[in-house]
Every structure is written in C-alpha cells, then in structure tokens.
C-alpha cells in the first residue's frame, strides 16, 4: 500500500497518476486531500464548480461532491474506466482522507514527483473550494 501526501500537489495531475498506478493494481491512500492544490482563476474555478452544482434536480443528479476527498476521489473515478469490472475495482483500492489518519502517521508517506506546485500564481486549496461550496 502506498500513503501519498497531497500537500501543494496539482489536483488533476495528482488524479491523474493515482489513477494509472490503480489500474496498474495499487492499492493507494491519498492523505491531505485538502491541503491539494488548483490552479488557475479563484474566482472562475469557484464560479464552475458552483455550476456544476447547480446541473440537474435532486432527485435525478447529477450529484457533484462538496468535501475535499470527495471531490479528490470523484476526479480519480472520472478517470478510471466505470463500466467494467476492472474500473470499479481500481476506485475500491483508493482510500482518501481530508486530514492524516492516526494510524496511518506511522506509515511511510510520499509526495509525488512532478505534481507539486513550486512557483505558481492563481492557487485554490480544495479546502478552500469546499469552504465556498459549503461542503465543509
């Protein structure tokens, strides 16, 4: 099992790479999911999750995730194939955790290569998206 900090990690990049190392049979667990990072416009990225919400009816959805692992999860799984067997297995070897559980403290924790933010301008938490979206 590999512990992955999302700490200044790039959302989409960091989706991304969890996903093919799950298709490749991993069994992943994303902490600090938070604490992961968007670039970009604040106040566009805001605005577009905001309508992503506003999508469908409550009783047919589409249903969008306002927590940050949720939201962290739900782009992983939009990156696994969902119809077949091999898809729903990869999303059930993820686990994702806002903060770093106490009992996986103890455990060896990675940051990726290549998916954290150095110097980049135009940054929103996840943590901060949900604070907007009112999932938190």
């Given at each position: 099992?590999?512990?992955?900090?999302?700490?200044?990690?790039?959302?989409?990049?960091?989706?991304?790479?969890?996903?093919?190392?799950?298709?490749?049979?991993?069994?992943?667990?994303?902490?600090?999911?938070?604490?992961?990072?968007?670039?970009?416009?604040?106040?566009?990225?805001?605005?577009?999750?905001?309508?992503?919400?506003?999508?469908?009816?409550?009783?047919?959805?589409?249903?969008?995730?306002?927590?940050?692992?949720?939201?962290?999860?739900?782009?992983?799984?939009?990156?696994?194939?969902?119809?077949?067997?091999?898809?729903?297995?990869?999303?059930?070897?993820?686990?994702?955790y806002r903060n770093t559980p106490?009992?996986?403290?103890?455990?060896?924790?990675?940051?990726?290569?290549?998916?954290?933010?150095?110097?980049?301008?135009?940054?929103?938490?996840?943590?901060?998206?949900?604070?907007?979206?009112?999932?938190?």
């Amino acid at each position: 099992m590999r512990v992955i900090d999302a700490s200044g990690a790039i959302y989409g990049r960091l989706s991304a790479y969890v996903a093919k190392r799950l298709l490749e049979g991993e069994e992943i667990t994303i902490v600090n999911a938070s604490k992961a990072v968007i670039t970009g416009n604040k106040e566009f990225i805001i605005e577009k999750f905001k309508e992503r919400l506003d999508i469908g009816s409550v009783r047919k959805g589409p249903y969008y995730p306002k927590t940050p692992e949720n939201i962290l999860r739900r782009s992983i799984g939009d990156m696994l194939p969902k119809k077949i067997t091999k898809g729903k297995e990869a999303l059930a070897r993820c686990r994702v955790y806002r903060n770093t559980p106490p009992d996986i403290e103890k455990e060896k924790v990675e940051k990726v290569d290549g998916v954290v933010t150095d110097k980049v301008s135009g940054i929103i938490t996840l943590g901060d998206l949900s604070k907007e979206l009112g999932g938190y």
